[in-house]
Each structure stands twice: as structure tokens, then as C-alpha cells.
């Protein structure tokens, strides 16, 4: 039933009550003085319209962003930020792949060719130095808060966000 068809029954519902009990009944048309459907009222949203669009734009095709951090930078409850990016966006949080490796012989039997003369190059009247301390970025996907990213449409993002 379409929202044109309920406005009409209710409107020869009201009618009916009107004419047959001579405005003993109390009806929604008395109370409101029409039929149409109003507006429902209720808690207002903690993000309005305007807000949402420059959030959603700050947001989208970005990594390491939690939901904790957004809702300190912007004064609400994380909660609300899950709950408005879930039900009023088309932003999605979504796991980032790891990149392809390798995927030929070809590719492996050069670079294991080119490391090799790098090698000897680098031996000729130099002396190397071996650290085993690890080294790593904080961009990366191994800090945990990296892992994920948001977009509305991960078509658009960039491979350097999605992998």
C-alpha cells in the first residue's frame, strides 16, 4: 500500500468516524486537524546534515582513523560516530589487503640477479655493516590501528590506502 493509498484511507476512516458518531469519538483528525502523516518526533541527531557531509568527507578513503579518535577530535561519544557512519552514510570500514608479491619467475630470478650485483658492487673497498635491530613505519599495515580504512566506494581509493 502506497503513502498516497494509507492517506486516503484514513481520510474516509476519519470521514466515517465524523459522520456516523456525531464527534463522540476522539480521532487523529480532531486532534491534529488533518489526515496526512506527520513528521515523527523524537531524540534529535547529535550530527546534523551540515556536519555530517564535512565528516563524511574527512573520513573517506582514509587509514588509521578509529572511531575513538574521531569522536575526540569532533566532541561526541565514539558510539554516536559508529552509529551515524552505519545508518546515515554509505561509508563502510573495511580491512585493507595485503599487496601481491612476486607473481612470476621472471620477476624473482631478477631481482635475485640485480641483488646480487648490488652486492658485489657494494663489496668492492667497502665494508658493510649488519644491523639486526628491525625497522618499520608507522603507516604501515602492521600498527594495528592501520589495518583498517573507510570509504564509501573502494573502487575510488587509492591503491596505497586499499593494500
Known amino acids: 500500500m502506497t503513502r498516497d493509498e494509507r492517506e486516503a484511507l484514513s481520510q474516509r476512516i476519519c470521514n466515517f468516524y465524523i459522520d ?3 464527534n463522540s469519538v476522539k480521532t487523529t483528525y480532531r486532534q491534529h486537524g488533518t489526515t496526512k502523516y506527520l513528521p515523527k518526533s523524537g531524540r534529535p541527531y547529535k550530527i546534523s546534515d551540515e556536519q555530517l557531509d564535512g565528516r563524511v ?12 579518535k574521531l569522536g575526540r577530535r ?4 565514539h558510539s ?7 545508518k546515515r552514510t554509505s561509508v563502510v570500514i573495511r580491512k585493507r589487503r595485503k599487496a601481491t608479491k612476486m607473481n612470476s619467475e621472471d620477476q624473482e630470478s631478477r631481482a635475485r640477479k640485480n641483488c646480487g650485483k648490488l652486492y658485489r658492487k657494494l663489496l668492492s673497498g667497502c665494508d658493510v655493516i649488519l644491523d639486526d635491530e628491525k625497522y618499520f613505519k608507522l603507516s604501515g599495515n602492521n600498527v594495528g590501528g592501520n589495518a583498517f580504512f573507510y570509504s564509501a566506494n573502494p573502487v575510488t581509493s587509492s591503491p596505497n590506502i586499499e593494500f
Open 20 to 22: 456516523s458518531s456525531n
Open 57 to 68: 568527507k574527512s573520513v573517506n578513503n582514509l587509514c588509521g582513523l578509529s572511531q575513538r
Open 74 to 77: 569532533f566532541r561526541v561519544h
Open 80 to 86: 554516536a560516530i559508529s552509529r551515524t557512519l552505519r
